[in-house]
């Protein structure tokens, strides 16, 4: 039995896979604790660890010479704080999930001498990673062809993106079949912030839908808190049956019910997409560094598995012409559905667990 330090940030982007690979971990026998930011405390103690440990960090900014010296300050005590920690947490390897929030515990840990992965979950590799590459025994890629990954190829190994259980659960689901006058199961959600442009386009481009499809429409939205009332009394003027809530617990079980997805591309979101084969009109979070999502979603579209449509153009009568196209395709959804299917690597988890065991015990053998 080996002991597991998994690092990730408190996004469901980062932390998600690291549930994945702890829920797997745990199977195999071994103990798992997290190293995680202040967020976590957003997805309570849901996360299957034995203990969780706050390590400060910061996201350096070049522009802001005043907030960049703060963030070295911050995470030079994150990295102090982390090393402290090692003393007591016998760790035999850990796992970090990229983002700065990973930056200082996985620099303790290099300095106390144990043994790390890395996993990229984007078609991109991030900045938190490149930098922290030379430092680990080896890094899990999630897409073979992963941007600004190549001066650390020596040390790559594609696994996937690793999917919670309850996504696990559900990837044997069929694509829901569509009938003439049966009912259209639509998902739009945001990432696990949600996303207020859906809130201002979804609503009208529904609107804007013939009468007789928004009649067999079953709509379920992610609508942050704020946004509430506005969706809730447009949808109510469109006649559209919905439901809609700021997070949705159950969010793996309603993909695999629904027929055409409306969302973001962050990385947990296009591995849960694929590995359950649902069909997606994507819209990449704009502003991104490294267009990490915009290089998420040109995968699914390569395959034909989804349409990117770019916010900055995004209007509704823009997205009412896609979704009456797609919607009114049964065969070309379900050729999509499975295109994303082909996508999937519900072994991930598996992969990643391997590599993260292999890593352990070269470190031990040291």
Do not use: W
Not at 11 to 40: K, N, S
């Amino acid at each position: 039995m080996s002991l597991f330090v998994l690092m990730a940030g408190g996004t469901g982007g980062h932390l998600f896979p690291a549930m994945a690979l702890a829920q797997e971990l745990r199977r195999r026998g071994h103990q798992v604790e997290l190293m995680t930011d202040h967020r976590v405390a957003a997805y309570g103690d849901r996360f299957p660890a034995r203990e969780t440990h706050v390590i400060p960090s910061a996201t350096p900014s070049v522009r802001n010479p005043l907030r960049f010296l703060k963030a070295g300050f911050t995470i030079v005590y994150g990295i102090g704080l982390a090393y402290l920690k090692f003393g007591s947490v016998k760790a035999d390897a850990v796992v970090g999930f990229g983002g700065y929030p990973v930056f200082p515990p996985f620099i303790a840990a290099r300095l106390r001498g144990i043994p790390g992965v890395l996993h990229e979950q984007n078609a991109v590799m991030g900045r938190a990673n490149r930098a922290l590459g030379r430092l680990a025994a080896a890094i899990g890629l999630s897409f073979a062809d992963t941007k600004k990954a190549d001066g650390l190829a020596a040390k790559c190994v594609v696994v996937g993106n690793p999917v919670r259980d309850r996504v696990r659960a559900v990837v044997a689901a069929p694509y829901p079949a569509l009938t003439a006058d049966g009912p259209l199961r639509v998902l739009v959600f945001g990432g696990s912030q949600g996303a207020s442009v859906f809130s201002r386009i979804v609503p009208p481009a529904i609107q804007l839908l013939p009468e007789a499809l928004r009649a067999r429409l079953v709509l379920v939205q992610q609508v942050r808190a704020e946004d509430m009332d506005q969706v809730a009394a447009a949808y109510r003027a469109a006649k559209v049956n919905v439901e809609l809530a700021p997070f949705f617990d159950d969010l793996p079980e309603r993909i695999a019910k629904a027929h055409l997805v409306i969302g973001r591309s962050g990385a947990s979101s296009i591995a849960e997409l694929c590995a359950l084969g649902r069909p997606a009109l994507l819209v990449p979070l704009p502003g991104a560094l490294d267009a990490d999502q915009k290089s998420n979603a040109e995968v699914m579209a390569r395959a034909g598995a989804a349409e990117i449509l770019e916010q900055a153009t995004l209007s509704p009568d823009l997205l009412a012409t896609r979704l009456l196209s797609r919607l009114g395709d049964a065969a070309g959804l379900a050729a999509a559905a499975e295109a994303a299917r082909t996508l999937g690597r519900p072994d991930a988890v598996t992969l990643l667990a391997d590599l993260a065991e292999r890593v352990a015990g070269k470190g031990r053998s040291e």
